[in-house]
Nanobody, 123 residues
């Protein structure tokens, strides 16, 4: 069983930055791919980016536009999502999820999900 806990969300101004963390409860997290998703109020959950257990990006959404950077530190059982040049439309609850498969936008492949962290970007 892997428990994921996101943190780092909060309020930011447009153009600002936030760094989200996804901390896992077990060391086997290092062998799993991680996907980051977000869900804005009243909208469906959407894929942001995926990262393999080796740290390679597996897939990403176009809206990242080079503004977001994903990374991980397996020694700390933690994945990160660095978000720069934030826009009001980035406002959403951000989730991380872990899978033994290649991280992608397919939510069905993920075995574990965090509870989410709210990101609010003001204009």
């Amino acid at each position: 069983q892997v428990q994921l806990v996101e943190s780092g969300g909060g309020l930011a101004q447009a153009g600002g930055s936030l760094r989200l963390s996804c901390a896992a409860s077990v060391s086997t997290f290092g062998m799993k791919s991680v996907g980051w998703f977000r869900q804005a109020a009243g909208k469906e959950r959407e894929f942001v980016v995926g990262i393999s257990w080796t740290g390679s990006i597996t897939d990403y959404a176009d809206f990242m536009e080079g503004r977001f950077t994903v990374s991980r530190d397996n020694a700390k059982n933690t994945a990160y999502l660095q978000m720069n040049k934030l826009k009001p439309e980035d406002t959403a609850v951000y989730y991380c999820a872990a899978t033994s498969l290649r991280a992608s936008s397919n939510v069905k492949i993920y075995d574990y999900w965090g509870q989410g962290t709210q990101v609010t970007v003001s204009a």
